[in-house]
């Protein structure tokens, strides 16, 4: 159990430029979830999935947003022309259906975006 | 509409004092609930989680929670706190329906130790 992966960990942006962000969930869970942190802030759902399906992508903050899981492993979460109020930082987390279900969801360290 | 409240945004306790976080939730029937920490630069770590059964559940590192039906809490305690809780507090629930799935988070508490 290598745990959740993300990269970059940081990212340092100028506005109007699109950044990528990569999630490697726990090899056996089947739901990833993505996060948005601001400062002084809970975490505030973005998405998730089921393997390669995307349950839930109504709270994704604009159009510019968007996540994708293509072979039920590791998701990107992409951001396009980016503005200054996208900073923040962006959590991965994943959970597992099958076997000994705890409930709890496992954090990635995040991935935290600058735009200048 | 349905929240997490966590009403204390920073906590200042001394070392070897006792601790007391606060949630309160507001949904319409008992969701899952949920502790995590988290470090700088670390992700969350899940404490505890109440799903059903005994309303005070042990955790990691000496902390537990209580789930009080009555006021919609799910408090976080620990008797004597060590230097190195400090950290920011995430209260988090869910509430499980039609497959669906997503926890909600509280804004969070930042604990401060003295020594």
């Known amino acids: 159990d290598t745990g959740v992966s993300q990269n970059p960990r940081h990212k340092i942006t100028k506005r109007g430029q699109n950044v990528t962000f990569r999630c490697d969930p726990i090899?056996?869970?089947?739901?990833l979830y993505w996060y948005r942190q601001t400062l002084g802030q809970g975490p505030e759902f973005l998405t998730y999935?089921?393997?390669?399906?995307?349950?839930?992508k109504s709270r994704l903050l604009s159009d510019r947003f968007s996540a994708e899981r293509p072979k039920g492993s590791f998701s990107t979460l992409e951001i396009q022309r980016t503005e200054q109020g996208d900073s923040a930082m962006y959590l991965c987390?994943?959970?597992?259906?099958?076997?000994?279900?705890?409930?709890?969801?496992?954090f990635g360290e995040g991935s935290r975006l600058t735009v200048l | 509409a349905q929240s997490v409240t966590q009403p204390d945004i920073h906590i200042t306790v001394s070392e070897g004092a006792s601790l007391e976080l606060r949630c309160n939730y507001s949904?319409?029937?008992?969701?899952?609930l949920f502790w995590y920490v988290q470090s700088p630069g670390q992700g969350l770590q899940l404490l505890l989680k109440?799903?059903?059964?005994?309303?005070l559940v042990q955790g990691i590192k000496g902390f537990e929670a209580e789930f009080k039906r009555s006021q919609s809490s799910f408090n976080l305690r620990k008797p004597s706190v060590h230097w190195s809780d400090a950290a920011e507090y995430f209260c988090?629930?869910?509430?499980?329906?039609?497959?669906?799935?997503?926890?909600?988070f509280g804004r969070g508490t930042s604990l401060i130790v003295h020594p």
């Open positions: 987390a994943s959970r597992q259906l099958a076997g000994v279900v705890t409930g709890e969801l496992f």
């Open positions: 090899s056996e869970h089947n739901r």
């Open positions: 999935f089921q393997n390669e399906a995307q349950l839930e």
């Open positions: 949904y319409g029937a008992t969701p899952y």
């Open positions: 109440y799903f059903s059964g005994d309303t």
């Open positions: 988090a629930v869910v509430l499980a329906s039609g497959g669906s799935y997503i926890p909600t």
